[in-house]
């Protein structure tokens, strides 16, 4: 099928190749109904080139393939519409949304007036074809650089984390994370600051530890955040000195669970609030030399705050 190319490709401004039959040739108003939902000319936009397939059907229907790629967006759409005229009105809505979903209008202006419909208004009031088929709602475009949720990421974490006697202790836990669509895997390290603390007049408690742990989280979205319930492992060596004598090292293992907030700040660097609640499997127990002894809680809450870098 014969192409018809309304501008020169390269040119600032909207390029539109249209293939189409002799049925349904380029209609003249789609760039002027374009620029009449934008409220200004496609020339001050920054370049989008748009491709239109169409195919008659038989049962008078036609069949609409849309593409737009530009600097920083791309959208596809197919769809199925009665007649040419629908056709032409739906590519008109779709490269008008690309364009306003995209904010790159570099300066506006008043050759047209505003619209009285918006896009997305009018985009609802299109009516169902025979087929079934309507536009939808927002145009299927995407951002290059968005964060595209898969892959590796790295980052850090600092909280509290308590040992006994409510007493909290400060850790430091670099990670790294492995995303496949809404599921995440992490493992990070974990360091506790060097920390004290007076379990009762006679004994004056000293800790040291270090940890790995595992953890697999899966998100929801829940724009513009993410939320996800996150499970995880995690073994710990304890070290302590009690009272100034040394009471050795013990294993501490503890089974994580709880709610995990993210918030992608810009381009790939996300915020993530998690507020996980842990189970000891085994409690840590140590003993000084002169029988004096401190056991790691059963349970216990510790709130982090992380932030993650995905390349």
């Known amino acids: 099928m014969p192409a018809i190319v309304v501008a020169e490709e390269g040119t600032s401004g909207v390029t539109l190749r249209w293939h189409g039959s002799e049925r ?58 009665a007649s040419c005229e629908e056709a032409a009105h739906a590519v008109a809505l779709l490269i008008a949304m690309t364009l306003d979903s995209d904010e790159s209008i570099t300066t506006p202006v008043t050759a047209h007036p505003p619209p009285e419909t918006e896009p997305s208004a009018a985009l609802a009031a299109m009516p169902r074809t025979a ?14 650089g968005a964060p595209a949720h898969a892959g590796a990421a790295v980052g850090v974490a600092a909280g509290l984390d308590p040992w006994a006697l409510s007493q909290l202790t400060a850790v430091i836990a670099p990670r790294l994370a492995w995303r496949s669509g809404a599921v995440e895997f992490e493992a990070d390290a974990r360091f506790w600051l060097p920390a004290r603390a007076h379990a009762s007049a006679a004994v004056d408690l000293a800790l040291d530890l270090f940890g790995v742990g595992v953890f697999a989280c899966y998100w929801f979205p829940l724009q513009p955040l993410e939320w996800g319930p996150a499970l995880g492992v995690e073994v710990s060596r304890v070290h302590a000195t009690i009272s100034g004598s040394d009471a050795g090292a013990a294993a501490w293992v503890r089974v994580w669970l709880g709610p995990r907030v993210g918030w992608w700040l810009s381009g790939a660097f996300k915020l993530t609030l998690s507020a996980e609640a842990f189970l000891s499997v085994n409690r840590a127990s140590l003993s000084s030399q002169d029988a004096k002894s401190a056991r790691a809680p059963l349970a216990g809450f510790v709130p982090n705050l992380a932030v993650t870098w995905q390349p």
């Open 24 to 81: 349904c040739p380029l209609p003249s108003s789609v760039m002027t109904e374009t620029e009449a939902l934008l409220g200004h000319v496609l020339s001050e936009c920054s370049p989008l080139a748009v491709q239109v397939d169409l195919q008659a059907l038989a049962d008078g229907s036609v069949h609409v393939a849309f593409q737009a790629q530009g600097n920083t967006r791309r959208a596809e759409r197919e769809l199925t519409l």
């Open 131 to 144: 087929v079934g088929a309507s536009l939808p709602l927002s145009v299927a475009s995407q951002r290059v």
